[in-house]
């Protein structure tokens, strides 16, 4: 079993739907969620970070974690074709060091015009 | 702006050759930097932990006498492929906290595509 477990994709959704990308983590344990956005060819991009159980929103995004279930899950709202990109699930597991994360295969989002 | 330099973004090298990456904070220092790999289609796995001013902590199944990474400095981390083989051919991805930041989080540099031919 992964750590980190992201359903690949691709996922494809129409411009100005939601989009619906979720994570699971076996480590119950785990202390801090994030996700962060990666183009093609570039590196990483932190778009959110989630602490505890609930909702957190800013902007288009709202990150979702529960716990209980192990899954965080992150939502995009009236999305665009520039959000087309992976998205990687990164998850600090319980007992690692400082800033050492663990992250999910990523999920291809493709939004079309 | 960007938080992490990583240089450089791209290199081609023969097989056998040794290979240098950069990675340094801008206007910050960083006592902790972290390296990553990707190989395509795949997520980030981690490498290993850069520590100023001591030894690197490497991920279980990496060489570290392949992988040579230096933090000498508070801004700077290198990491040294050695003696590289196609199959180290990947994108390395350096990243590094900010302090004062909230949380974890990470900022990254912005990658370099090694090819080795």
């Known amino acids: 079993q992964k750590e980190v477990e992201q359903n690949s994709g691709p996922l494809s959704v129409p411009e100005g739907a939601i989009a619906s990308l979720n994570c699971t983590y076996s480590d119950r344990g785990s202390q801090s969620f994030f996700w962060y956005r990666q183009y093609s060819g570039k590196s990483p991009e932190l778009i959110m970070f989630i602490y505890s159980n609930g909702d957190k929103e800013d902007g288009r995004f709202t990150a979702q974690l529960n716990k209980a279930s192990q899954y965080v899950s992150l939502l995009i709202r009236d999305s665009q074709p520039s959000d087309s990109a992976t998205y990687l699930c990164?998850?600090?597991?319980?007992?690692?060091?400082?800033?050492?994360?663990?992250f999910g295969q990523g999920t291809i989002l493709t939004v079309h015009p | 702006g960007a938080v992490v330099s990583q240089h450089p973004s791209r290199v081609i090298c023969k097989s056998g050759t040794s290979v240098k990456i950069e990675c340094r904070s801008l206007?910050?220092?960083?006592?902790?930097m972290f390296w990553y790999r990707q190989f395509p289609k795949q997520s980030l796995m981690l490498m290993a932990t850069?520590?100023?001013?001591?030894?690197?902590?490497?991920e279980q199944g990496v060489e570290k006498d392949k992988f040579l990474i230096n933090h000498a400095s508070l801004t700077l981390s290198t990491l040294t492929v050695t003696s590289a083989h196609p199959e180290d051919s990947s994108f390395y991805i350096c990243?590094?906290?900010?302090?004062?930041?909230?949380?974890?989080?990470?900022?990254f540099g912005s990658g370099t595509q090694l090819s080795v031919l």
């Open positions: 850069s520590n100023e001013g001591s030894k690197a902590t490497y």
């Open positions: 990164a998850v600090k597991m319980g007992g690692t060091s400082y800033g050492k994360l663990t």
């Open positions: 206007d910050f220092q960083a006592t902790t």
């Open positions: 990243s590094a906290k900010k302090p004062r930041q909230g949380g974890e989080k990470l900022f």
